[in-house]
Structures are given as structure tokens and as C-alpha cells.
């Protein structure tokens, strides 16, 4: 069964301050995405990452994709308030991508206070 | 971007009654859509994938006598909670597989269920 760890659970820090969130694996993925939660409601896509080595930017969001494709990170610049949420990561297991069953992360719920 | 829309977006119903829940693909068609559950502050848990004009694959452990779905559209998955308990309330989150990009998929904003 593949596992994506993800790290931290739970961050709590001061707007204007940076932070990185990883996921790792020991298997392959396909591709992997970083989706942002609020609560109450389903999650939003913030990027999909499927070249190793690939790194996306978003604004303040900056995303990577290990060369071997089995982890990836999300570092945030000059957090604000508004970055407040869950955070998951998902990895697509399948090589080629033909199912699409996502492997979650258990999320990072990230508070940012002001 | 690609929308998805689940109704209703919360239901309080009585032990032992059905409840349905709808997830719609708005703008794309979806040949694969999967339903999730999701406990309070932990991450989602695969229930079923839900594809089009055959049965639906459930994950190990999940009932599906319980959790009935059914996928008769490219744009429509419904997943029916029967004789609905307690124990069933939760957020159900639905997903959707864009057909002609098969990397990405976009997510309902979520149903939630609480059973008296």
C-alpha cells in the first residue's frame, strides 16, 4: 500500500514568517497535487506537479516535485492570515496515470495569526 | 476551471431513513468520479470510485449495501446512504476526473450529514 507522509500536522506561526510543508514517500507517483481546505468545505486544487524535479509558483506558494517523483514540498513566503487552512497533499499511484485513485496526505492545518 | 457541485450541502435526517447525495460535474465531462468521507480535522478517506454506466469500486471496508451509488451520466454520480445511523454523519466529499485530463481532479464542496 503507498503512503504519503506528510509533515507538519499542525503549524502554527506569525504572518510574515516562511514555512514549508513536505510529503514524502518511498514509492512512485505519477503525479502529485497540493490542495487547499477550509472548513466546511471540499477542497481546492492549488497545483498539480507531475515532472520530477518540476517546480510551480503561485503567487507567494512555491511547489516542488523531487527529481524521483516520490516526495514533494510547499514552501509559503510571508505567510498572512489569509493562507489559514488545510492543507493536503495527493499523489496519483498509478504510473501513466489510468485510475486516479489519489493517495492522501493527512494535511497540514496551517493558522496564521495576524 | 472545472466545477463541481454536490447537493444538498448539508442534510439532518432521522436513524434508519436513506439519504442521497448528488455530485455534478458542471463544465466537463467525467467519465470516473469518487466519493470521500471526512472525519473531523483528519484528511480524506476513499470510499468508492464511481464510474460511468458500470458498478462502482469500493474501498476495503466499506459497505456497499450501504453506500449505494450509481453513475449514469458523464456528469452526475449519486451516493445513497441507507438506513442511515448516527455513526454515518459525517462530510462526504465528492470528486471529479476530468475525462480529457487525467491528472487533475476537482472537488465538490462537500455534504454534510448528521443523523439524529
Known amino acids: 500500500t503507498q503512503l504519503l507522509e506528510q509533515s507538519p500536522q499542525f503549524l502554527s506561526i506569525q504572518e510574515g514568517e516562511n514555512l514549508t510543508v513536505y510529503c514524502n514517500s518511498s514509492s512512485v507517483f505519477s503525479s502529485l497535487q497540493w490542495y487547499r481546505q477550509e472548513p466546511g468545505e471540499g477542497p481546492v486544487l492549488l497545483v498539480t506537479v507531475v515532472t520530477g524535479g518540476e517546480v510551480k509558483k503561485l503567487k507567494r506558494l512555491t511547489f516542488q516535485f523531487g527529481d524521483a517523483r516520490k516526495d514533494s514540498s510547499l514552501h509559503i513566503t510571508a505567510a498572512q492570515p489569509g493562507d489559514t487552512g488545510l492543507y493536503l497533499c495527493a499523489g496519483d499511484p498509478y504510473y501513466g496515470g489510468s485510475q486516479g485513485n489519489l493517495i492522501f496526505g493527512k494535511g497540514t492545518k496551517l493558522s496564521v495569526k495576524p | 476551471g472545472a466545477v463541481v457541485s454536490q447537493h444538498p450541502s448539508w442534510v439532518i435526517c432521522k436513524s434508519g431513513t436513506s439519504v442521497k447525495i448528488e455530485c455534478r460535474s458542471l463544465?466537463?465531462?467525467?467519465?470516473?468520479m469518487f466519493w470521500y468521507r471526512q472525519f473531523p480535522k483528519q484528511s480524506l478517506m476513499l470510499m468508492a470510485t464511481s464510474n460511468e454506466g458500470s458498478k462502482a469500486t469500493y474501498e476495503q471496508g466499506v459497505e456497499k449495501d450501504k453506500f449505494l451509488i450509481n453513475h449514469a451520466s458523464l456528469t452526475l454520480s449519486t451516493l445513497t446512504v441507507t438506513s442511515a445511523h448516527p455513526e454515518d454523519s459525517s462530510f462526504y466529499i465528492c470528486?471529479?476526473?476530468?475525462?480529457?485530463?487525467?491528472?487533475?481532479?476537482?472537488f465538490g464542496p462537500g455534504t454534510r450529514l448528521t443523523v439524529l
Open positions: 463544465d466537463f465531462q467525467a467519465t470516473t
Open positions: 470528486s471529479a476526473r476530468e475525462t480529457s485530463n487525467t491528472d487533475t481532479q476537482y
